[in-house]
């Protein structure tokens, strides 16, 4: 449950910055159509990968030593993504916004690959596909039905300010919702580390904690 909740509110993160990160380059800091097809693309479309792909075989290299890492790591690069956003939504141009935005690109996408990891060892073989079906089904619900709506609602509500648009103050609010993001998978951590100790004590083995 935790870790579908952790995944939940990363994907309500990541998708909202994918779905307004267009906008925020294209009326607020100018960026030509020409460059916009192409650069932002590019860029989104290599992170996302490079961070799915790369976040399942880290991962799974760091949970030999402890299969909290299923979930510290998605925590953890959440809170090195949390200054490459800022710096990404008050950015003076769009060509410096585009460099900062590729770190948040990278990092928002790894979380999925450790989480499908972790449903998918916590249940037996035949329960798998459906297993990850469930949460997929939850986190996109989450995620791409509230993480796009709720930077479009707050913007809809503020008025430019100290120099910042509506739709920069919008993203600025997924800014606290990252702490949060950040605390579930560290709950998720600590829930993997009880969960495993405590199935282990059950079968007797002597040294639990060497997970």
Not at 34 to 45: C, E, N
Not at 63 to 81: D, G, H, M, Q, T
Not at 175 to 183: N, S, Y
Request: aromatic letters at 12%.
């Amino acid at each position: 449950m935790l870790t579908a909740l952790s995944s939940g509110l990363s994907a309500f993160v990541g998708y909202a910055l994918l779905f307004w990160a267009p906008t925020l380059l294209k009326k607020s800091l100018h960026m030509p159509a020409g460059d916009y097809a192409l650069d932002y693309g590019l860029v989104s479309a290599i992170t996302g990968a490079i961070g799915t792909f790369g976040s399942g075989w880290l991962a799974d290299r760091l949970a030999v030593i402890n299969k909290a890492w299923y979930a510290w790591l998605p925590a953890i690069v959440y809170v090195l993504s949390i200054p490459f956003f800022i710096a990404f939504v008050v950015s003076g141009t769009w060509q410096v916004a585009m460099i900062f935005v590729a770190f948040p690109f990278l990092f928002n996408n790894m979380y999925l690959a450790p989480a499908l990891a972790v449903v998918q060892n916590a249940v037996a073989p035949a329960k798998r596909a459906i297993s990850g079906a469930i949460l997929l089904f939850g986190l996109n619900i989450i995620g791409l039905g509230g993480g796009p709506t709720f930077v479009g609602f707050v913007s809809d509500h503020v008025k430019a300010t100290h120099g910042f648009s509506p739709i920069q103050i919008g993203m600025l609010a997924l800014a606290p919702v990252t702490l949060i993001v950040i605390a579930s998978h560290l709950a998720a951590a600590w829930s993997i580390s009880r969960d495993r100790t405590l199935a282990l004590t059950v079968q007797g083995i002597a040294e639990p904690l060497a997970l």
